[in-house]
């Protein structure tokens, strides 16, 4: 399904749409209906995500059904996912480690959660979060790039890389959310880089340049957790 084929299967179900919009990736584009975003990708895949009264009319509208996300590029609905497929991603200011990221895990039939492309409908950043961090959410991937610096009072010669502060307090809610086992750090530039955290416990990825550096490690995480990444996707 395109783009042109989504916003006419919406407005003749009746709804007024806005858009379409190049998504920030340049993965596809995004229509707005009430309570609804679709993502429609060039690969020919379409997520609906919204407030949950919304969801089901308009995947009907789209020929979708209640428990599939996607369609395949020749229109034919694709089959359901044998459980929740959905990965929340943060990141930082480092855009073309999120770009990577994101296309790994749409290699790998996984749909990621990235905060900009959500639908906001007034909630704070937290709020958002927390909305969309939900239970069925089976892991979440935190990028932690080196987009600031910073040291110790008084010991400017300590100065190191550091994660954005808004990437730790996500990390954080999403520890207590989701807990440990299910949540990856990758962390880039790992020599200079300080790391978010010193707790014990915590799965730390470190990369150098391209995210694709720790995919069978971040695959084997995820299988740990019931998410099972073909090895032809790798």
């Known amino acids: 399904m395109d783009v042109d084929e989504a916003k006419r299967l919406l407005e003749d179900a009746g709804y007024k749409t806005a858009g379409p919009t190049r998504l920030n990736n340049d993965s596809g584009h995004q229509l707005r209906v009430e309570g609804a975003v679709v993502n429609v990708f060039d690969n020919g895949n379409v997520q609906v995500q919204g407030k949950p009264v919304a969801l089901a009319a308009v995947k009907a509208a789209l020929a979708i059904g209640d428990t599939t996300l996607s369609r395949s590029p020749k229109g034919r609905p694709a089959p359901p996912p044998a459980s929740n497929r959905e990965v929340f991603v943060v990141y930082g200011h480092d855009s073309d480690a999120r770009t990577q990221l994101e296309a790994m895990l749409r290699r790998w039939d996984l749909e990621p959660l990235i905060l900009d492309q959500l639908p906001s409908e007034g909630a704070t950043l937290i709020e958002k979060l927390e909305k969309y961090a939900r239970e069925d959410v ?69 990369f150098s340049e391209d995210v694709d550096e720790v995919k069978v490690t971040l695959a084997k ?12 996707r790798l």
């Open 138 to 206: 089976r892991f979440a991937v935190v990028l932690a790039t080196p987009d600031d610096e910073g040291n110790v009072r008084g010991k400017p010669d300590e100065k190191k890389l550091r994660a954005r502060q808004n990437v730790v307090l996500e990390l954080g809610v999403l520890l207590a959310k989701l807990g440990r086992p299910r949540v990856a750090i990758l962390l880039k530039d790992q020599e200079h880089m300080e790391r978010p955290s010193d707790l014990q416990g915590l799965i730390y990825l470190a």
């Open 221 to 232: 995480e995820m299988a740990k957790q019931g998410i099972e990444i073909a090895v032809g």
